[in-house]
């Protein structure tokens, strides 16, 4: 599809911010704060470069050892650049507050000496928001934003004792400065209607520049097998249900043990294969590992469910491909893009209806919908698709189908072209 010229006249080159994490041009997905929201901003860059866009994308430097302009590789118009501010040394995105304005000073300062012009800033989540506002005022452009995630509605999914989540969390601070932010853009995205839904509901905030853009899928990387193409050797078991994401709390892995043991003990011969992690756990995962732990053990299932940690990037189209089906348990779950690139390889998705993803499936048609905090619901619909192989393929096929049509990031990139256009 052709690019409108008149977009293409008034957009050459494009500030991103994704200041939180750990952000490398080749991701290493799993560690602290490093997720889907890493794979939204690199992919979305490397589209826009491919048509005609130069996206330099800009995070916090707390690694000397890294490089401060790091090239992505095989897309020579898309860079990472890091900006020192505060110790060198990682902070968790809850608290990262205190670095930014020297964050946004420093970023002024690194435009100015290179020299460097850009049309406009997007900032992604609400700590790049903060320094996208910053940096766009001082340079006199356009700033947009994307919040991934709203406090709010973190807040309210995640229940707890309120004192001990403020604490651990930071929710007060974060959900004002979302606000903040929404007042002073020139425009804002959201990943899915059900963000817009929460932000009316729980913030009784709504406004005129609110767009909705979904998170797109890398479809000349996620696909279902090919005819003649070799299978990829790999150590899980012959059959499997996968489940990938981050490790966190509020992903819901206790949530999907408890419906595993009702599955296991109706079916034999398919194993549970949990995914994600950092190379290298930090506390947060590793409590929230001994909690799982703590559930196999208990219900005496070690036999069936298999912990892999952190999957490189080159084995996750693999594991997706390979997996009997895909499961989403998050309770709190913006989107879910793992979700999305297991149905673009044509894995059945069984996902919580509480997420965003909900707006890309059709429950009982491209996935099942569930509430995960319902065992019995979880597990009956994991056991459907896996006692009935017929119907778990033509679920497989549909999903693949509508992620080719509707999310590659190509598609995704047009779209935030004509949402950069329609507020400048």
Known sequence: MPLNRKIMNNIKSIAMLSTHGYFDPVPQLGRTDTGGQVVYVLELAKALSRAGYKTDIYTRWFDQSQPQIDPVPGNPDVRVIRIPAGPWEFIPKEFIYDVLPELAENMISFIKEHDLDYDLYHGHYVDAGIVALDVARAMNKPVYFTAHSLGAWKRDQMGGD?????????????????????????????????????????SDYEADNIVIIPPGVDVHHFYPPKEGEE??????????????????????????????????????????????????????????????????????????????????????????????LFVMPSLFEPFGMTSQEAMGCGTPVVASKFGGIRNTIRNGFNGFLVDPSDPREFADAILELLKDDKRCKEIGQNAYEVILEEYSWEAIARRHLDFYEQFM
């Open 231 to 324: 299978k990829v050797r790999t150590s899980l078991p012959e059959k499997y249900v996968f489940c990938l994401s981050r490790i966190d709390t509020n992903k819901g892995h206790d949530l999907l043990l408890h419906a595993w043991d009702l599955v296991r003990k109706e079916i034999e011969g398919v194993d549970l294969v949990i995914g994600g992690g950092s190379p290298n756990p930090k506390q947060r995962e590793l409590g929230v590992f001994a909690t799982m732990d703590k559930i196999i053990d208990e219900a005496g299932m070690q036999d069936r469910v298999t912990r892999i940690g952190y999957v490189p990037n080159e084995m996750m189209r693999p594991y997706y491909q390979q997996a009997e």
């Open 162 to 202: 309120p004192d001990e989540m403020e604490k651990k969390f930071n929710f007060r601070h974060r959900i004002a400065e979302e606000i903040r932010i929404f007042d002073n853009v020139n425009a804002q995205s959201l990943t899915s209607i059900v963000q817009q839904e929460k932000l009316k509901e729980l």
